[in-house]
């Protein structure tokens, strides 16, 4: 590109130059200004013909520079193309159950790592019950969720949801089941309604349904500001909102479907301790028979649940109560201790 664009140039001013040098030596020769004029505009035409010509060679010449560079492309979009999923659909489709889950001595390690991200983990969690993760970051937490939601499959063992393998229901049935709030929340162009009431495939949602939901999430307040309320825009990937908002309106989004599952992953951490506490409180008069699962790194947010599991690297350190396993894990112990006075801790 570099040395084609000065020889390109040249080339146009060369010909250019030597168009005008022979068009003014025959304009020159010629007698009458009627004959002059006709030369005259018969250079310019040519001129612009010769153009056309340059430019088209040069065209040519941009061709063979980009197309390697798409054939390259080309190949790494077909290879993409041409991957045969992993995740195979199952066989199960739709049915209603209570949101049962219980994980049977999973083991995980991610295609291609060397080691271990969880090492036999085994717990269970009954229609209505919260079941809480709790450790440091790296410990595998969200590992957990991603074996849930199917997004990988188990390395050893067997991930049940309602008493069913989840590779063997169709992914649509199995996250028909499932509210998730990730970890980082995402919002899409369009607006608040359609945020919230978005991926919903069994019903249309209304408007109050997804003033309920929102209420739920601790949303209502800041939306019902905002300029145009439900139908307020929200910017691509949520920008015109902020983190704490658009975490709100994720879980509202995740509470307007009406899950079987709720999972939520790290869902509160952009919440003031506040919001945080009612947030919950409301969502425990709604989620009462509808099964939680809770990832968080503030003891507060989990001290409630029913089970608590505690993760430290890949391993399950502790499972119980609260108050059981301050007693009984030492690692538990020491992430309280971090957070909580002792006041707290004997509340
Ligand atoms: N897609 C992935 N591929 C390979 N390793 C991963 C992937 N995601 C996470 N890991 C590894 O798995 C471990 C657990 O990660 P994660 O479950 O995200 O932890 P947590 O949510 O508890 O912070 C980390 O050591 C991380 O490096
Ligand atoms: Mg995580």
Known sequence: MALMMPIMS??????????????????????????????????????????????GFMMLVILFFILPRAMVSARRIEEVIETEPSIKDGTVAARPGNGEIEFDKVSFKYPGAA????????????????????????????????LLLRSYDVTDGKVLVDGVDVRDYTLEALHQKMGYVPQKATLFSGTVFSNVAYGDMSSERTEADVRTAATIAQAAEFVEA???????????????????????????????????????????????????????????????????????QRVGTIMDADRIV???????????????????CPVYREIVESQLTEEDMRR
């Not at 001013?13 to 006709?38: E, K, M, N, R, V």
């Not at 717990?123 to 790296?138: H, L, M, R």
């Open 10 to 55: 040249s080339v146009i001013g060369l010909l250019s130059l030597s168009i005008y040098w022979i068009g003014a030596y025959l304009i020159d020769a010629a007698t009458g200004i009627p004959a002059q004029i006709a030369l005259f505009s018969n250079m310019i035409v040519y001129l612009a013909y010769a153009m056309q010509v340059v430019m």
């Open 115 to 146: 080691d271990y991200v969880l090492r036999d983990i085994s717990f269970k969690a009954y229609k209505g019950e919260t079941v809480a993760f709790i450790g440091s970051t790296g410990s595998g937490k969200s590992t957990i969720v991603n």
């Open 226 to 296: 905002m300029d145009g309320g439900y139908n307020a825009s929200i910017a691509q990937g949520g920008t015109n909102v902020s983190g704490g908002q658009k975490q709100r309106l994720s879980i509202a989004r995740a509470v307007c479907r009406r899950p079987e599952i709720y999972i939520f992953d790290d869902s509160f951490s952009a919440l003031d301790y506040r919001t945080d506490r009612c947030l919950r409180s409301a969502l425990k008069k709604e989620t009462a028979d509808v099964t939680s699962v809770i990832v968080a």
């Open 310 to 328: 505690v993760l430290d690297n890949g391993s399950v350190a502790g499972i119980g109560k609260h108050r059981e396993l301050l007693d009984t």
